[in-house]
């Protein structure tokens, strides 16, 4: 069974993003939390087993894609078609 952090992979490769932009991105939206490339990976890995809620909206928010598609996967992932990597 695919877990959130599975999910931001997915889509930050579809986005183009590496692990460093997404991390970028949170101190250039002025969040005002930083997250580093670490915590990034553990996302993804699985290391961490849940993400704190304002965590998951900001990553949601970066990404364009549900918070609730990110943590559950289910319903629809895009926020807005426009957005999605070319496949």
Do not use: C
């Given at each position: 069974?695919?877990?959130?952090?599975?999910?931001?992979?997915?889509?930050?490769?579809?986005?183009?993003?590496s692990?460093?932009?997404?991390?970028?991105?949170?101190?250039?939206?002025d969040?005002?939390?930083?997250?580093?490339?670490?915590?990034i990976?553990?996302?993804?890995?699985?290391?961490?087993?849940?993400?704190?809620?304002d965590?998951?909206?900001r990553?949601?928010?970066i990404?364009?894609?549900?918070?609730?598609?990110?943590l559950?996967g289910?319903?629809?992932?895009?926020?807005?078609?426009s957005?999605?990597?070319?496949?």
């Amino acid at each position: 069974m695919a877990h959130f952090g599975s999910r931001i992979k997915e889509i930050r490769i579809k986005r183009m993003l590496s692990q460093n932009d997404l991390a970028k991105a949170f101190y250039e939206l002025d969040f005002k939390k930083k997250i580093n490339r670490t915590a990034i990976a553990q996302w993804e890995t699985g290391a961490t087993k849940a993400i704190e809620g304002d965590n998951l909206l900001r990553v949601s928010t970066i990404l364009g894609v549900s918070p609730f598609w990110l943590l559950y996967g289910d319903g629809k992932n895009w926020y807005n078609n426009s957005k999605q990597g070319k496949e």
